[in-house]
Nanobody, 126 residues
Framework: QVQLVESGGGLVQAGGSLRLSCAAS????????MGWFRQALGKEREFVAA????????IYADSVKGRFTISRDNAKNTVYLQMNSLKPEDTAVYYC???????????????????WGQGTQVTVSS
């Protein structure tokens, strides 16, 4: 399994931007599809965005479409989540997750992801 470490969270005003990073250990990062999920206080974890192993397929939750962008750099074993036009409702702990296998389509199904990071807090003030 791959080990994942998120970074880049913090406090930002509404309308601002943040970029989250997720660094993966191991030499097989390019064999994994990647995803970002989030969990707000008192709510269930939800899908945010995902990307396939090569970066050719991406999907987004409707709530972040047009504002967030997921990307990856396989040479750096890192996946990113660029978050623009942030809203207070984006406040949550953001988790990076890995889905083993070179599937063409990215997945939004949490059960497809076998490795998870520890999460990074994003707080958007109004």
């Amino acid at each position: 399994q791959v080990q994942l470490v998120e970074s880049g969270g913090g406090l930002v005003q509404a309308g601002g931007s943040l970029r989250l990073s997720c660094a993966a250990s191991g030499r097989t990062f390019s064999s994994y599809g990647m995803g970002w999920f989030r969990q707000a206080l008192g709510k269930e974890r939800e899908f945010v965005a995902a990307i396939n192993w090569g970066g050719s397929s991406t999907i987004y939750a409707d709530s972040v479409k047009g504002r967030f962008t997921i990307s990856r750099d396989n040479a750096k074993n890192t996946v990113y989540l660029q978050m623009n036009s942030l809203k207070p409702e984006d406040t949550a702990v953001y988790y990076c997750a890995a889905r083993r296998g070179r599937f063409y389509f990215a997945s939004s199904d949490m059960s497809d992801f076998g490795s998870w990071g520890q999460g990074t807090q994003v707080t958007v003030s109004s």
